[in-house]
């Protein structure tokens, strides 16, 4: 268990829809990773927060969004969602801002867009 | 610009053989390169972490790699391959440069398939 959490576990929506997709780091860690996997994109970076700001940016759409909160957990809010979007979306978390160091990852969200 | 290239998207052993997964790296700067496993239905595990310091390192579950600057390699070894040890291996390099702090970089994956 790496003390990263993530919910919902699995989620099934239409297309044209938005859902939020939400993550709690470890306690004590400050930055926040998205990823999304996918059979044909493989596992690719989306964004990072850091302490509530965002500090990194790869290959996430326009229709994707997220934020930090305060309390340092966080939200991926996916919407106009195509059948592409289905994948499974990681979350993770580090005590530093920089990946050179560990990052400890979530048990993901599987989203299904039918 | 970093990128990554993981050799063999499968690799079939029997238990008590040893484990080789390939990696190959492409990096503008000196990389922190990494290995994570994924078992099925799970999240990413990291295995080991190279970062500038010695270039033979030791990970979990008698896991290693060997950083090889003059071939671009980070390969991941195991002496004995034990059932548990089927799941999917990344390697991973962290991008660096303005924008990028947060930015790793995974390879496609290579499914490690055990034998008994």
């Known amino acids: 268990d790496s003390g990263v959490t993530q919910t919902p576990k699995h989620l099934i929506t239409a297309t044209g829809q938005r859902v939020t997709l939400r993550c709690s780091p470890r306690s004590g860690d400050l930055s926040v990773y998205w990823y999304q996997q996918s059979l044909d994109q493989g596992l690719q970076f989306l964004i990072q927060?850091?302490?509530?700001?965002?500090?990194a940016k790869g290959n996430i759409l326009e229709r994707f969004s997220a934020q930090q909160f305060p309390d340092l957990h966080s939200e991926l809010n996916l919407s106009s969602l195509e059948l592409g979007d289905s994948a499974l979306y990681f979350c993770?978390?580090?005590?530093?801002?920089?990946?050179?160091?560990?990052?400890?990852f979530g048990p993901g969200t599987r989203l299904t867009v039918t | 610009a970093q990128s990554v290239t993981q050799l063999d998207s499968h690799v079939s052993v029997s238990e008590g053989t040893p484990v080789l997964l390939r990696c190959n790296y492409s990096?503008?700067?000196?990389?922190?390169l990494f290995w994570y496993v994924q078992h099925p239905n799970k999240g990413l595990q990291l295995l080991l972490k190279?970062?500038?310091?010695?270039?033979l390192v030791k990970g979990i579950n008698g896991f290693e790699a060997e950083f090889k600057k003059s071939e671009t390699s980070f390969h991941l070894t195991k002496p004995s391959a034990h059932m548990s040890d089927a799941a999917e291996y990344f390697c991973v390099v962290s991008a660096r440069g303005s924008g990028n702090t947060g930015k790793l970089i995974f390879g496609q994956g290579t499914t490690l398939q055990v034998k008994p």
């Open positions: 190279y970062t500038s310091a010695a270039t």
């Open positions: 990096s503008s700067y000196s990389p922190s």
């Open positions: 993770a978390s580090s005590d530093r801002d920089s990946s050179l160091y560990e990052q400890y």
């Open positions: 927060y850091y302490n509530g700001e965002e500090r």
